[in-house]
């Protein structure tokens, strides 16, 4: 009787992705695009590790989800210039407006915020007017032409005087970070369209860590879009109040973002730790780091900053050179952090780590002392006034790893 040879391995042989059910599924654009517009983005990216077809299908979907010229397209006919003018100011989108881009969803009714460095209100202010059409709606303290509040000339040589505020940890928030909310409009396809234009007394970022709640510490370079909180925002849909701006009986704020799907927070337990909170407590934070979520953006097209001076400053956008921590102050939480202001330096900044703080203060008076010498003595103009900012950069990587917080922690 003949016998059949079976041959036999412990190997299973692979399939292609696109032979499974699992690869049918990544493999149409229509299927997992409604699947991907229910999820949370931190899901998102989990998805994509599961294979390579769902990797791909993720980036496809991430690729089209966060498209911000089509997000922009709102509010602007040329959204690449409008990129090019973030590039050339520093200027970021914030507030429900970068939130919505984020969170891939829309609010009605609901504007943008542009929040512009000083010296740049003008410039901003003007290409939204002439190159977009939009009209300056004053409120009933302002004048008809903007132009008699924000002027073309800004000297940025003249000392940049601390306030009480800024002479110890900012621990006591008040409404600060904004010297005025100028207002634009025009009428778009679907209706009109609102526009604002926060004119920053210290910096963008000053502003915007300084919010009612964490659920709006979003903001938009020209680069790349970033969410401070992420995990709280995206994932559990909590927002913890950092909010003395306004009287606690105003609950404006805190039922619209309630009807949006976030629960308030007053405060955080007696008892929480970095380590059991999405809100990441008690912890010396920068822009970028590794609780931040970085969304980074085609730049494909986008205008640089031109160099200004030999000396001149970074290309990138200066935000990401800014730090902060969330600390407990008196019955609730705050942002606490140092300013770094000099006329040395283009544009302000905040941290909280001594070191880079004291190293910078030591640059600035001593290059500070030399440039006026030299603007007295008409050996140099103002027109000529050399930025330092690129030692900000430098500094910041010297002191990335060396850090000492002026912040004073219960050990225990």
């Known amino acids: 009787m003949s016998q059949i040879t079976v041959k036999r391995t412990n190997q299973r042989q692979p399939r292609l992705a696109h032979e499974c059910a699992v690869g049918e599924l990544f493999g149409r654009a229509p299927i997992y695009d409604a699947i991907f517009s229910c999820i949370s983005p931190h899901t998102l990216v989990r998805i994509g590790r599961c294979c390579r077809a769902a990797y791909a299908a993720t980036k496809d979907f991430s690729h089209r989800a966060y498209n911000i010229h089509r997000h922009l397209s709102r509010y602007l006919s040329e959204p690449l210039n409008f990129r090019s003018l973030q590039a050339r100011t520093g200027t970021l989108i914030a507030g429900s407006n970068a939130l919505q881009f984020l969170d891939r969803t829309f609010y009605p009714k609901s504007d943008m915020d542009l929040y512009v460095h000083p010296g740049h209100v003008r410039e901003v202010l003007d290409y939204l007017v002439e190159r977009e059409g939009y009209r300056f709606k004053p409120d009933s303290t302002q004048p008809q032409d903007y132009r008699e509040i924000v002027s073309d000339e800004w000297d940025g040589t003249r000392i940049r005087d601390e306030s009480p505020e800024d002479d110890e ?244």
């Open 169 to 412: 940890l900012l621990l006591y928030y008040q409404i600060r970070g904004v010297e005025s909310v100028l207002t634009i409009e025009k009428r778009g396809p679907d209706g009109l369209l609102k526009i604002q234009i926060i004119a920053c007394e210290t910096s963008p970022f000053d502003a915007i860590i300084n919010f009612h709640s964490t659920c709006v510490m979003n903001f938009i370079a020209f680069d790349a879009a970033y969410s401070l909180y992420p995990v709280a925002t995206f994932e559990k849909r909590d927002t913890l109040s950092v909010w003395r701006a306004r009287p606690l009986h105003d609950l404006t704020v805190v039922i619209k973002y309630g009807e949006r799907g976030f629960a308030w927070i007053s405060t955080l337990p007696a008892g929480t730790s970095p380590q059991n909170s999405a809100f990441y407590p008690f912890t010396d934070r920068t822009v970028g780091d590794r609780y931040t979520w970085k969304l980074p953006l085609d730049t494909r097209g986008v205008a640089l900053r031109p160099q200004m001076n030999p000396s001149s400053i970074f290309q990138c956008d200066p935000v990401i050179y800014n730090g902060w921590a969330l600390e407990r102050v008196q019955h609730g939480m705050g942002t606490v952090y140092k300013a770094i202001k000099s006329s040395v330096f283009r544009y302000n900044y905040t941290t909280t780590n001594y070191k880079l703080n004291f190293k910078l203060w030591l640059f600035a008076i001593e290059q500070g002392f030399l440039s006026r010498i030299l603007l007295q003595n008409n050996l140099l103009d103002k027109e000529s006034w050399p930025w330092f900012d690129t030692e900000i950069a430098s500094s910041w990587e010297t002191f990335k790893d060396d850090f000492l917080s002026f912040i004073r922690r219960d050990s225990t």
